[in-house]
């Protein structure tokens, strides 16, 4: 990717937490007219992240400033100076800066019904494996059954033949 740098934009890094862009226009007035000056806020803290843009109106202010400045103190830290690159725009082509904060809804949706779907399948998978659980052990309870049964139902032809003796002979 060839990023174009923009020569009348600097980046300055470095920037102490006292730095607001009032001081930072202060600090570069001197090498030319400025067109604008920006520090972009961390949005947890509402504080600045260390470094600001300066665009002055001519190319040539700006390289002066770049020359006087990288590697100068501020609020006792040490600027980095540089020709600033164009913002990246994240999200594609168009961006989600160029998109309304809504534009990603479709996208959330998706992926909730994608979640409540496995979610669905994962209690489909777990119920059938209970049941499949319960009719094997009822299976194995009914085969002990089984067992007993047999146990009962053959019954000792020896000791029948002694029942019925008895009862022959009471009667």
């Known amino acids: 990717m060839n990023a ?10 470095g920037l102490a937490e006292e730095v607001d862009e009032k001081i930072l226009h202060a600090a570069f007035v001197p ?6 000056v920006k520090t972009p806020l961390d949005q947890a803290t509402q504080k600045h992240r260390s470094f600001g843009f300066v665009t002055f109106l001519e190319r040539e202010d700006a390289a002066a400033a770049m020359d006087n400045m990288d590697g100068g103190e501020m609020y006792g830290r040490v600027l980095t ?27 959330w949706f998706e992926r909730q019904q994608q979640e409540e779907e496995m979610r669905r399948l994962e209690a489909e998978q777990k119920a059938a494996m209970q049941e ?3 009719i094997h052990l009822q299976k194995m309870a009914a085969e002990r059954e089984g067992e007993k049964d047999d146990d009962t139902s053959s019954v000792d032809p020896m000791a029948m033949a002694e029942a019925k003796a008895l009862n022959q002979n009471t009667s």
């Open 132 to 134: 499949a659980e319960r």
């Open 4 to 13: 174009q740098v923009q020569k009348n934009t600097l980046y300055v890094g």
């Open 81 to 107: 100076v540089n020709y600033a690159f164009p913002e990246k725009i994240k999200g594609g082509e168009q961006g989600w800066a160029a998109q309304p904060i809504w534009a990603d809804a479709d996208t």
């Open 31 to 36: 090498f030319g007219e400025i067109k604008d």
